[in-house]
Nanobody
Framework: QVQLVESGGGLVQAGGSLRLSCAAS????????MGWFRQAPGKERDFVAA????????YYADSVKGRSTISRDNAANTVYLQMNSLKPEDTAVYYC????????????????WGQGTQVTVSS
C-alpha cells in the first residue's frame, strides 16, 4: 500500500511557475507508475502527466505539454510536477496518484490517491 501527500500548491500570477511535490510512504513506491491529475470546480478529474516506475518515460496532456515536467526520485519516494507559464485555466486541485505499470491516463486505473493541493492562477 502507498500513502501519498501533495504539497507546493498556492496562488500565483499568470505566467508564473510552481513545483508540486508528492511524498509517498512505503517501500513499494518504486514499483508504481505515478500520475498527476487535476480537478476544477464542477468539472471531472483530468489527467495531467504520468511517469513510469523507473522515470524513463513520461506522458503529458496536450493542455500542459511543453509547460510542465514530471519527474521522480525513487530514493526520496517523491514525484514532482514542475509547471511553468501558468494560465488561469490551470486553476484546480492537483492530485498525485499511483498505478500499476506501465502507466495510465485513466483516472480509474489508479489505486492510490493523495488529498490534493490547490493551485490558483490569477490573471
Amino acid at each position: 500500500q502507498v500513502q501519498l501527500v501533495e504539497s507546493g500548491g498556492g496562488l500565483v500570477q499568470a505566467g508564473g511557475s510552481l513545483r508540486l511535490s508528492c511524498a509517498a510512504s512505503g517501500r513499494t513506491f518504486r514499483r508504481y507508475a505515478m500520475g498527476w491529475f487535476r480537478q476544477a470546480p464542477g468539472k471531472e478529474r483530468d489527467f495531467v502527466a504520468a511517469i513510469s516506475f523507473n522515470g524513463a518515460s513520461t506522458y503529458y496532456a496536450d493542455s500542459v505539454k511543453g509547460r510542465s515536467t514530471i519527474s521522480r526520485d525513487n530514493a526520496a519516494n517523491t514525484v514532482y510536477l514542475q509547471m511553468n507559464s501558468l494560465k488561469p485555466e490551470d486553476t484546480a486541485v492537483y492530485y498525485c496518484a499511483a498505478c500499476n505499470p506501465p502507466y495510465s491516463t485513466n483516472v480509474d486505473e489508479y489505486d492510490y490517491w493523495g488529498q490534493g493541493t490547490q493551485v490558483t492562477v490569477s490573471s
